[in-house]
């Protein structure tokens, strides 16, 4: 490798200390060997993997966020091993996931960059930071986090992968965020993290503070965002509505009243069209600085799950998960088939998604588990349905 070849970011050093050659060599060729080794399989063989790490459904979602993981693998080693100028190749994409709650936008992410391609990956709630000067966190500081899952490297970091949850929560209007101080603070619509956050996005250097403090006079290092690709997740509870009345006004110039027909503002478990999506005008209705969703190279529609999708993750996952908890505490586990229906039809009636599976399950068998962990005894566990309720009983091994 020829490394004056490459423009990678450039980081900065202690004040007061001269930087010390040979390390920074040693650094060097350490993360050299780092993204060599990265693994790089094809869209499809990743696509596979998520399969194999149980994530289910949102296949038009998982080609996409496969093929852009592949190029961001790609152009990392394009660029710090092959040596090909950043310039003579397409930039960063940065992603936006927009789709309901339980319908897999994190999961995918954390399965996809963090444990199949085991790049420094960091899940950032988005509503906790505020604007630069004000109470709440530092938006700089979601950099920090992902300078902590790269093991404190700033080289490793800046090709990781930031996850910014609850993105819809900073839209003007919609920011709920609740910290310490909450009532002093100016940044009340989330416009101030929203600035913050344009640059980070495109690519900056920015000065990153090395741990999570709000002290100006902690050490830091720059950090260029050249290479650290963002994906943004919100469920965005409402979008649909404002798209909807704002394509009725375009089209037949319907009123404020009937603008909104048809669509239940109270649903929770709602589908994005593509069009709906792609009109920046509908975030900038949302709360949305366009400069800001500009910055987006792609967003990604999430589907709400349906019945089929979200049985096959209860019993490939919750149900293999608590099976084998049983059995670790001398219990067999045996959950009839009419419990599963009965456990996916609770989910979708209360649009909880995936997320709901679990705790429906956890809630019957909390009396049971009291009682029967840790008392060094055996059984079978039955899990049946009786006049439509969830009942469980314990019987001998």
Same mark, same amino acid.
């Given at each position: 490798?020829? @490394?004056? +070849? ?19 060599? +040693? ?8 993204? %060599?080794? /990265?693994? =790089? ?23 996409? /966020? =496969?093929?852009?993981?592949? %190029? ?44 199949? /391609?085991?790049?420094?990956t960091a899940l950032v709630d988005i509503t906790t930071y505020s604007e630069t000067g004000y109470v709440g966190q530092d938006p700089s ?6 300078? &902590? ?70 050490? &830091? ?9 963002? *994906?943004?997740?919100?469920?965005f509870s409402g979008f649909q509505q404002i798209a909807h009345r704002r394509a009725m006004r375009d089209q037949i110039g319907f009123g ?29 209705? !949302? ?15 999430? %589907?709400?799950?349906?019945? #089929?999708?979200?049985?096959? *993750?209860?019993?490939?996952?919750? @149900? +293999? ?9 001398? !219990?067999?586990?045996? *959950? ?5 229906? &009965? ?24 009396? @049971?588990?009291?009682?029967?962990? #840790?008392?060094?005894?055996? #059984? ?9 309720? @969830? ?7």
């Open positions: 490798m020829v @490394i004056g +070849q490459t423009k990678g970011p450039c980081y900065d050093t202690p004040s007061g200390m001269e930087p010390n050659r040979k390390v920074r060599k +040693q650094g060097l060729e350490h993360f050299i060997k780092f993204v %060599r080794e /990265l693994p =790089c399989p094809s869209p499809q063989a990743m696509f596979q993997a998520l399969h194999e790490h149980g994530y289910r459904g949102q296949e038009p979602a998982r080609r996409a /966020l =496969c093929l852009m993981a592949y %190029r961001h693998v790609r152009r990392v080693k394009r660029i710090y091993v092959d040596g090909v100028d950043r310039a003579e190749l397409p930039r960063k994409s940065n992603f936006l996931c927009v789709g309901p709650t339980g319908s897999g936008k994190t999961f995918l992410v954390e399965t996809l960059f963090g444990k199949i /391609l085991k790049l420094p500081t979601i950099l920090t986090r992902l300078l &902590h899952t790269a093991d404190e490297n700033p080289m490793l970091a800046s090709i990781g992968i930031v996850c910014l949850d609850e993105f819809d929560k900073i839209a003007s209007g919609q920011n709920n965020a609740i910290f310490a101080g909450a009532g002093t603070t100016k940044d009340v619509t989330g416009m101030g993290v929203q600035r913050e956050l344009l640059k980070m996005l495109e690519a900056s250097e920015v000065v990153v503070p090395l741990d999570l403090t709000h002290s100006s006079y902690a050490d &830091h290092v720059v950090m260029s965002t050249a290479d650290i690709a963002f *994906i943004a997740a919100g469920a404020r009243d009937q603008a909104g027909a048809g669509v239940d503002p109270d649903a929770i478990a709602v589908d994005f069209s593509a069009e709906q999506v792609e009109n920046v005008a509908n975030f900038q209705s !949302y709360g949305f600085l366009p400069e800001l969703i500009a910055r987006f190279t792609r967003v990604v529609p999430f %589907r709400a799950l349906d019945a #089929g999708t979200l049985k096959d *993750i209860l019993r490939s996952d919750v @149900i +293999q998960r608590v099976t084998r908890e049983f059995k670790l505490e001398g !219990y067999d586990l045996v *959950i009839e088939e009419a419990v599963l229906d &009965h456990i996916v039809e609770d989910a979708l009636t209360r649009e909880t998604g995936a997320r709901g599976l679990a705790s429906t399950l956890t809630r019957h068998l909390e009396d @049971i588990a009291f009682g029967a962990f #840790g008392v060094d005894q055996a #059984g079978t566990v039955r899990v049946s349905l009786k006049n439509g309720d @969830i009942a469980v009983d314990v019987g001998p091994a």
